[in-house]
């Protein structure tokens, strides 16, 4: 069975801003913003670093299981100055 860990996006940016979680882990992303959210990973715009790491489009809420171990950068894809990063380790 696999774990699963909340990341909130706020007009502060995203909470927390790092997290550490076990390969496998399901990650939730939830805004809680006055604005749209789309989650990507790094670099912006490409979002090369982890491709299938891409929300695609706005959403209140956007779920990714990382199966792949790694510090995982992400970004706001309309706010790129918002931030953060999924540390994906073996169980």
């Given at each position: 069975?696999?774990?699963?860990?909340?990341?909130?996006?706020?007009?502060?940016?995203?909470?927390?801003?790092?997290?550490?979680?076990?390969?496998?882990t399901m990650?939730?992303?939830?805004?809680?913003?006055?604005?749209?959210?789309?989650?990507?990973?790094?670099?912006?715009?490409?979002?090369?670093?982890?491709?299938?790491?891409?929300?695609?489009?706005?959403?209140?809420?956007?779920?990714?299981?990382?199966?792949?171990?790694?510090?995982?950068?992400?970004?706001?894809?309309?706010?790129p100055t918002?931030?953060?990063?999924?540390?994906?380790?073996?169980?």
């Amino acid at each position: 069975n696999s774990a699963m860990a909340t990341v909130r996006y706020t007009d502060s940016g995203f909470e927390p801003k790092e997290l550490s979680v076990p390969l496998g882990t399901m990650v939730h992303f939830v805004n809680e913003s006055t604005n749209d959210m789309w989650v990507a990973s790094n670099e912006h715009p490409g979002h090369t670093d982890l491709p299938t790491f891409d929300q695609f489009m706005t959403g209140d809420q956007y779920v990714y299981v990382f199966d792949t171990t790694g510090s995982w950068r992400y970004h706001d894809h309309l706010n790129p100055t918002a931030e953060g990063v999924i540390a994906v380790e073996e169980k």
